[in-house]
T-cell receptor, first 112, second 112 residues
Framework: GQNIDQPTEMTATEGAIVQINCTYQ??????LFWYQQHAGEAPTFLSY????GLEEKGRFSSFLSRSKGYSYLLLKELQMKDSASYLC?????????????FGTGTQLKVEL | SAVISQKPSRDICQRGTSLTIQCQVD?????MFWYRQQPGQSLTLIAT?????????ESGFVIDKFPISRPNLTFSTLTVSNMSPEDSSIYLC?????????FGPGTRLTVL
C-alpha cells in the first residue's frame, strides 16, 4: 500500500530556517513533489525530485534519498507569508497509472 | 507550466441535486486528474480523465457518483451526482506538464 508521513504541525521564527521531513513507502516511485497551500487556495507547485540529491530554488530546497524513502523541504530566511500547509506527494507508476499520492500535509506557522 | 481555470469557483447546492464542474487548460495536455480535498484534509485522487475513453477511477470512487467527461485535450468536466452534505469539499483538477503536475484554483462546494 501507500504510506506517506510528514509532521502535522511546525512552528518557526521569521528569518530562521525550517526543515519539513517526509518519509514514504509506495509500491513504485517516479518522483516526489512538494506543494505549498495557503488556506482556502489551491496547492502551488514548489519542487520535484526524481533523482537523489538536493534541488535548490531560491529560498526553497528539496532533498531526496530514494534508498531511504525520505525527502525534506528546506525553507530559508522565513517570511510571514510562508505560513501555509506544505504537502509531500509521491508519484507511483504501479498499475500503469501515474498518479500522485499525498501526505496529510504539514501546517507551518511562522512567528515574529 | 499551465494556466488552469475552473468553473464555478464555489457553489452552494441542495441535497439530491447534481453539480458539474468544468476545468479548462490553456494548452493541450495528455493527463488530467480530478481530486477532492475535504475540510482539514489532504488531497485524494478521484480519477484520471482520459481523452477519448472512460475515466480511470480510484478505489472508493465510482462513475455513477462522479461521472467525468474529457472531450478534448484542453477540457474536462466532473459531475458530483445526487449530492449529500458529505460531498461538501473542494474539488480540484490538475494537469501533468512535462513531469510536473499543476493544480487549478479549485471549486468549493457546500451541500446543504
Amino acid at each position: 500500500g501507500q504510506n506517506i508521513d510528514q509532521p502535522t504541525e511546525m512552528t518557526a521564527t521569521e528569518g530562521a530556517i525550517v526543515q519539513i521531513n517526509c518519509t514514504y513507502q509506495t509500491s513504485g516511485f517516479n518522483g516526489l513533489f512538494w506543494y505549498q497551500q495557503h488556506a482556502g487556495e489551491a496547492p502551488t507547485f514548489l519542487s520535484y525530485n526524481v533523482l537523489d540529491g538536493l534541488e535548490e530554488k531560491g529560498r526553497f530546497s528539496s532533498f531526496l534519498s530514494r534508498s531511504k524513502g525520505y525527502s525534506y523541504l528546506l525553507l530559508k530566511e522565513l517570511q510571514m507569508k510562508d505560513s501555509a500547509s506544505y504537502l509531500c506527494a509521491v508519484r507511483d507508476p504501479t498499475g500503469g497509472g501515474n498518479k500522485l499520492t499525498f501526505g496529510t500535509g504539514t501546517q507551518l506557522k511562522v512567528e515574529l | 507550466s499551465a494556466v488552469i481555470s475552473q468553473k464555478p469557483s464555489r457553489d452552494i447546492c441542495q441535497r439530491g441535486t447534481s453539480l458539474t464542474i468544468q476545468c479548462q487548460v490553456d494548452s493541450q495536455v495528455t493527463m488530467m486528474f480530478w481530486y477532492r480535498q475535504q475540510p482539514g484534509q489532504s488531497l485524494t485522487l478521484i480519477a484520471t480523465a482520459n481523452q477519448g475513453s472512460e475515466a480511470t477511477y480510484e478505489s472508493g470512487f465510482v462513475i455513477d457518483k462522479f461521472p467525468i467527461s474529457r472531450p478534448n485535450l484542453t477540457f474536462s468536466t466532473l459531475t458530483v451526482s445526487n449530492m449529500s452534505p458529505e460531498d461538501s469539499s473542494i474539488y480540484l483538477c490538475s494537469v501533468e506538464v512535462g513531469s510536473k503536475e499543476y493544480f487549478g484554483p479549485g471549486t468549493r462546494l457546500t451541500v446543504l
